[in-house]
């Protein structure tokens, strides 16, 4: 049976989920189809509501991932933990319900990359995605003190509280200059181009060097202008599409299986058409 799945946010047009989930479906064997629409902030509700036809699940990215926590009937425990949701399905009786993959997709990301445990993080946003990166840091590396570097005040001191309330050792970073050099790795959650101005800046600081590895989820364009600054220091750099893939490899499973940790049939070949796919 065809079933109907769909990406929301915006902006959309770059986005490469439609072409890795497609690639995951022709190795699964199955004929689902995978769209995309632009979804601005505050319209996920009225989009859905007003749908004309059935669809069985919608990732979410940004700026709708607080919006659909609130909007679904029923919500994972990461998604009631970080109060964002990247994955809504429909179930049989005709409920949406939440789950939040990107923490599986950082941490998986990181291990695929075997990154070392980090003693200091630093984080760079403190929107939905770096909410998910902090609880990801607190599976990852439970005793790592934490740094957040973010201009917006109250939601940065937002996801302070947020992992002060995990356990976690956080504090907020004045400087991303020195931040930088003290991380054994940065996470960077901030939309592409956000951070090409303190790239610039950083590039030109005499005797800087970032201590440690960099994720940067922003994908597109890639390389950004902070992964290229990292990579000219000799630092590892894990690409924003590996945990597009990862978080999205958890999606398929809920589409699938109706869990994110049941693996897929034949998940390996499944990851390299993902892979692959990206690279188009």
Same mark, same amino acid.
Request: aromatic share 8%.
């Given at each position: ?15 490469? @989920? ?5 690639? #995951? ?11 995309? #629409? ?44 970080? #109060? ?9 009786? &005709? ?31 403190? &929107? ?34 947020? &992992?002060? @309330? ?7 970073? +004045? ?17 592409? +181009?956000?951070?090409?101005? @303190? ?5 030109? @600081? ?5 201590? +440690? ?20 220091? +000799? ?46």
């Amino acid at each position: 049976m065809t079933r109907r799945f769909a990406v929301l946010g915006s902006p959309i047009a770059h986005s490469k @989920s439609p072409a890795i989930h497609l690639a #995951a479906y022709r190795v699964l064997g199955t004929d689902w189809e995978y769209g995309r #629409a632009e979804v601005t902030e505050g319209g996920l509700r009225k989009f859905i509501e007003e749908l004309d036809t059935d669809w069985d699940g919608f990732s979410v990215t940004m700026p709708l991932k607080e919006e659909a926590a609130k909007f679904a009937d029923i919500l994972d425990e990461p998604s009631v933990l970080t #109060a964002a949701t990247n994955t809504l399905v429909k179930n049989e009786q &005709g409920t949406w319900v939440g789950s939040n993959t990107d923490i599986f997709g950082i941490v998986k990301s990181l291990a695929e990359a075997h990154i070392a445990l980090p003693k200091r993080v630093l984080i760079l946003g403190s &929107g939905a995605t770096a909410t998910s990166a902090m609880a990801a840091v607190k599976e990852f590396s439970p005793r790592a003190e934490v740094r957040v570097w973010a201009r917006n005040a109250v939601s940065r001191k937002l996801l302070v509280a947020f &992992g002060k @309330s995990l356990g976690l050792r956080v504090g907020s970073a +004045g400087s991303l200059k020195r931040a930088s050099v003290a991380a054994d790795l940065t996470i960077s959650t901030l939309p592409a +181009g956000v951070l090409d101005d @303190s790239a610039r800046i950083l590039a030109n @600081s005499r005797f800087w060097a970032p201590k +440690g590895a960099l994720l940067d989820v922003a994908y597109n364009p890639w390389p950004s202008s902070l992964a290229t600054l990292w990579t000219s220091k +000799g630092q590892i750099v894990v690409s924003g599409l590996e945990m597009l893939i990862w978080q999205a490899v958890a999606q398929i499973r809920i589409f699938f299986h109706g869990s994110p940790t049941k693996e897929l049939p034949n998940e390996i070949a499944v990851v390299e058409a993902m892979r692959l796919a990206t690279e188009n």
